[in-house]
């Protein structure tokens, strides 16, 4: 889940949540994906042997 999605669900303010997250005081594990901010369980032990993910991908082509 999102940093910002998890702050919602909470009903944190969103910069609360990351001011928390560079204060090194978040509850929560996160780790940054890219520009992404993922929060919770990052272990794979609860995930099912047969998951699936989806991935979308938008690649702009400068090169003309």
């Given at each position: ?8 669900t909470r009903r944190i ?15 929560v594990p996160a780790v ?19 998951a699936k993910a989806a ?10």
């Amino acid at each position: 889940m999102s940093l910002a999605g998890w702050a919602e669900t909470r009903r944190i303010y969103s910069q609360s949540a990351f001011r928390w997250l560079r204060a090194g005081t978040l509850a929560v594990p996160a780790v940054r994906v890219g520009g992404l901010i993922m929060v919770g369980d990052l272990s794979d032990a609860g995930r099912a042997p047969n998951a699936k993910a989806a991935v979308y991908v938008r690649v702009s082509d400068l090169q003309k």
